[in-house]
């Protein structure tokens, strides 16, 4: 086993995450398994019931299982999470390789680039650009992908400034290789380790940014069940069926622990000088 | 000094023009006309080609954009489409309520999240550490939303302490400040303690105790110091955060700030409005940074060197 792994697996909370991020993702798997009932089927006697055997969380307005739709809901809370984070670390690395690895004008441009997308909230951002393109699914996804790729970008660059002057980068310059090779080959791989706590502490705050543009009404578009929009139509009945509100809420905040709970672990892990104290 | 921040300045002009092609921009990525999207299928021929021609769509987009700024420069941010009333005067009307609650908000999140972190840090794995530390972790992992409907719950609708939205009473800014503050103050207390535990191992802590002063004065006036300086840049990273969560803040509490105006303005797309808005809250961050890297300075004046 890898070093990393088996001190990660001495980090308590870390497991923790683990089993969490696990448990979510079996549980998006075997959704059709696992909900009792279906997640859009409307039972209109049943409108708005507390928790019972039939429904173990109540159910919503349509008279549709609460516990069903957060199960299955687990797929897209997953999909928006993992959707979001590659599209903004492809594209946050790629710029971050060139910016690095050609310093110049090509630096300059894509950190004043940086410093532009700094200078918007991402939520504020994402809203405008989702309404212009219009709410659904594939919009917020593609939307916070794009607006999320700095972090990566200014990281990256960084970590290629100080790899550029080794003596292995140097060796492997005198050698011929070309700058594509240097990039992929040995530029790459020593910069990937921070990169991955990056992206295991974007997975939340992204499943976070995804649910609340849901919460708004931006996102997927129902009768999915996304979490976020389960929470906002609960909103109009949080004196009667409070459950409708507080369970979704429940789900996005284990997952969100579970990935920092990992984030934590990893960075601790793979970068010492972070550790905590 | 004066050198820095003029310098800084400058450097802000080239941001500042990224952040008004990107304004500008969001209009233009909808698909199709948009005018008609502006005024919906069911508009005149007449209405389209009048919001054309108020809004110059007819011309070549670099036009458009050198015009749009040009009037931006001097205030003008056009009229919304919903209710004709200029931009720039709904802002003046809803800005007020969002500096008020973001303020609050960000002042609530130093107070707790520095206490809380110079006591966890001080008091290193006592049930007090424990305790604040398990709070900053459910802090940062609950979605505001949902501790925004949380507290309308139980101190809102089964309690009845506090008022539920609105704006104008004292009562009314708890509950919104602290749903808004929840997740900063929770940063803020892991970086304090962080910070405060690097420093009080420093030779210069040595020397102060050493010297025999109280460790009272030695916390807070040579550890305390030295621990704010990653605080500082901390606080100007997470001002996006503030007002993107105001967003949503002032939305479930209708708390009439720019955030529920831009939240109102987003399915009638109301252009206009949008725009006016993410300038704005752009601009804010800028000058917000500015103000942090200008406050660095002052604390850690090897920057000014750099």
């Known amino acids: 086993m890898p070093k990393f792994l088996k001190d990660l697996g001495r980090n308590k909370l870390a497991i923790i995450g683990i089993i969490i991020v696990i448990t979510i993702i079996l549980t998006a798997i075997f959704a059709p398994y696992l909900a009792p009932n279906s997640y859009r089927e409307q039972d209109l006697r049943a409108r708005l019931s507390p928790p019972s055997s039939d429904y173990p969380l109540g159910t919503d307005a349509l008279g549709r299982c609460v516990l069903s739709r957060i199960i299955y809901g687990s797929r897209i809370a997953l999909a928006y999470g993992i959707v979001i984070v590659s599209i903004s670390a492809a594209a946050g690395i790629t710029l971050g390789l060139l910016a690095g690895f050609f310093g110049g004008y090509v630096d300059s441009i894509i950190m004043r680039l940086v410093d532009i997308t700094l200078s918007f909230p991402v939520l504020v951002l994402a809203l405008a650009i989702v309404s212009a393109l219009g709410p659904g699914l594939y919009n917020v996804m593609f939307v916070l992908g794009i607006v999320g790729w700095s972090t990566y970008a200014r990281l990256v660059r960084g970590q290629v400034l100080s790899v550029r002057e080794t003596d292995y980068v140097m060796a492997a310059r005198a050698l011929g290789a070309s700058n594509f090779r240097m990039i992929v080959f040995h530029v790459l791989p020593n910069v990937i380790g921070p990169v991955i706590v990056v992206a295991t502490l974007h997975f939340p705050s992204a499943l976070i940014a995804a649910s609340a543009l849901s919460f708004l009404g931006m996102g997927a578009q129902p009768p999915l069940p996304c979490w976020g929009a389960i929470l906002a139509d609960g909103r109009a009945y949080l004196r009667r069926a409070h459950w409708i509100a507080t369970f979704p809420g429940v789900a996005i905040m284990l997952t969100v622990l579970g990935f920092n709970f990992i984030g934590d672990g990893l960075r601790d892990v793979l970068d010492p000088r972070l550790r905590k104290r | ?306």
């Not at chain 2, 550490?129 to 609950?142: H, I, K, N, Q, R």
């Not at chain 2, 030695?218 to 100007?236: C, D, E, G």
């Not at chain 2, 961050?285 to 406050?295: E, S, T």
């Open chain 2, 1 to 306: 000094m004066l050198t820095f921040i003029i310098r800084r300045f400058f450097t802000m002009i080239p941001i500042l023009i990224g952040v008004t092609l990107i304004t500008f921009s969001i209009m233009h990525l909808s698909e199709g006309d948009p005018a008609r999207i502006m005024l919906g299928l069911m508009a005149s021929e007449e209405a389209i080609a009048h919001i054309r021609q108020v809004h110059g769509l007819d011309l070549p987009l670099h036009i458009q954009y050198f015009r749009w700024l040009g009037r931006i420069i001097t205030g003008d941010f056009g009229r919304s489409i919903q209710s004709r009333r200029p931009v720039i005067e709904m802002i003046r009307d809803r800005l007020p309520a969002t500096l008020e609650l973001t303020i609050t908000a960000m002042v609530l999140a130093l107070l707790v999240g520095i206490t809380a972190g110079i006591i966890s840090a001080v008091r290193q794995y006592s049930w007090l550490d424990y305790s604040s530390m398990t709070f900053a972790l459910f802090g940062v992992s609950m979605p505001p939303f949902w501790l925004g409907l949380m507290m309308m719950l139980i101190f809102g609708v089964r309690l009845g302490w506090l008022p539920i939205s609105g704006r104008g009473d004292l009562n009314q800014l708890i509950m919104p400040a602290i749903v808004l503050s929840t997740a900063q103050m929770a940063i803020i207390a892991r970086l304090v303690r962080s910070s405060m535990l690097e420093v009080i191992r420093q030779d210069y802590i040595l020397t102060a105790r050493s010297k025999g002063l109280a460790e009272r004065i030695v916390i807070y006036k040579h550890a305390l110091k030295n621990a704010m300086i990653p605080v500082v840049t901390m606080v100007a990273l997470q001002l996006p955060f503030l007002f993107g969560g105001a967003v949503i803040t002032e939305t479930i509490f209708s708390w009439p700030g720019m955030g529920r105006m831009l939240v109102g303005s987003l399915f009638e797309r109301d252009f206009p409005v949008i725009q006016g808005t993410v300038l704005i809250i752009a601009i804010i961050v800028m000058f917000a940074n500015l103000l942090a890297d200008i406050v660095y300075a002052i604390v850690d004046p090897r920057i000014r060197f750099d």
